[in-house]
């Protein structure tokens, strides 16, 4: 899973209209390097999930994101203190190899971070983070040739 900034993306750009993928991702300060962390949770501990939300006959769709880090040092703590002040757009793989955005228009913001530690050796070591947003749109679908390290 990749995390970045939503202040730091100008727009998207979907080459082949109305094939449902994104193809590039824009900078709002082109040649500036984007900040993309690179999270590595714990194997089927992901789950990304959108939930469709009618009100008032407006369409909305809130996509939340949780996963398990086991872990517990400086690092992760630190890195949740940068992410935990922004608004975030996420590139997160499903098995199946798609990748989707979450996010890209109005953001997520990281609802829990919880950590947790115990002294038992069976005891969890770690973190699960949650990330919500209310979006206009369902998650779009990155293009299977685009390089997301021309971004990193």
Known sequence: MYFGNLSEIDSYTDTVPDDGEINAIVMVNPGTP??????????NTGVFTEDLQVNAGQRSVLQTLTFTLARHDKELIAELKS????????VAEDNSGARVILGRINGLTQGVGSL???TAEADF??????????QTEWA????????IDTIL
């Open 125 to 134: 070591n770690g973190l699960t983070f949650t990330a919500s947003g209310t």
């Open 34 to 43: 984007f900040t993309f962390f690179v999270v590595e949770f714990e194997r």
């Open 83 to 90: 992410l935990s002040l922004s608004d975030l757009v996420i």
């Open 116 to 118: 947790t530690s115990g």
């Open 140 to 147: 779009q679908i990155l293009d299977s040739a685009f390089d």
